[in-house]
């Protein structure tokens, strides 16, 4: 499986699907998805609690950010 830039491989394990990413500089892991149909680069973290982007992403991807709760960010 392709994942637009980057490479992902996909396979089974225990009935489930899983994705691996490669890692990027600074040891990030990016990938290229999309939100409304409209797409956008990710950067995964895979034990954050909260997804955010900021306003002119949002009103570029057709979200309505006043309808969200305000999060801190550091």
Same mark, same amino acid.
């Given at each position: ?14 009935? $489930? %699907? ?7 500089? +600074?040891?990030?892991?990016? /990938?290229? *998805?999309?939100?409304? $149909? %409209? ?7 895979? +034990?954050?609690?909260?997804? /955010?982007? *900021? ?12 309808? +969200? ?6």
């Amino acid at each position: 499986m392709r994942c637009r830039s980057a490479h992902c491989e996909t396979g089974s394990c225990g009935g $489930g %699907r899983s994705i691996v990413l490669p890692m990027g500089p +600074g040891g990030h892991f990016i /990938a290229q *998805g999309a939100v409304n $149909g %409209r797409p956008l680069r990710f950067m995964v973290d895979t +034990g954050a609690t909260t997804v /955010a982007f *900021g306003r002119a992403d949002a009103e570029r991807l057709g979200v309505d950010w006043r309808r +969200g709760q305000p999060v801190a960010m550091n």
